[in-house]
């Protein structure tokens, strides 16, 4: 049996702080504004991952009302996910996620996002897809006030 989830995520730029996107600092004059690292890219995926297996969202699991997950390193909870995933029986067929941002450019940092992804999943570089897009100046994100972040995954019951 298959599982799709749909994950979605978005933060506001934030000077004096690091960008992560998939768990990998990209040079940034700015980072994103959150409770914890605010990891567009990977809070995405951990919805996508948790509504897929129907385990709620990334709120009911590391709410931001909770300051033992101030700063939090978000490539830790997506590990803790991918941990609950394979005990609820799933495995990872794959995620295909879109970052949309009018800076950084991803292309140069996507292998390296692509490898990371797939090492806190257990999974292979192949079974992960990252792409990133410009919103072409509309709107918030296209006017280079934050990121946001899109994910599908598709799990697979084990046998």
């Known amino acids: 049996m298959f599982r799709v989830g749909y994950g979605y995520d978005s933060h506001r730029f934030e000077e004096g702080r690091p960008l992560m996107l998939g768990g990998v600092h990209i040079p940034h004059p700015a980072g994103l504004r959150g409770h914890s690292d605010a990891d ?16 709620g969202d990334i709120g009911s699991h590391f709410p931001d009302t909770d300051e033992k997950w101030r700063g939090a390193d978000s490539a830790r909870l997506l590990e803790a996910v991918a941990k609950e995933i394979a005990d609820a029986g799933y495995a990872v067929s794959n995620i295909d996620a ?37 919103n072409e100046k509309m709107d ?6 934050g990121i946001e972040a899109h994910c599908v995954a598709l799990l697979e019951m084990r046998k």
């Open 140 to 145: 918030d994100v296209g006017a280079g006030i």
């Open 40 to 55: 567009v890219l990977i809070h995405a995926v951990i919805d996508a991952l948790l509504g897929a297996a129907a385990l």
């Open 98 to 134: 879109t970052v949309i941002c009018e800076a950084p450019k991803l292309r140069p940092h996507v292998d390296e996002i692509r490898k990371r992804l797939a090492a806190l999943l257990g999974i292979e570089v192949s079974q992960v897809s990252v792409k990133g897009k410009t």
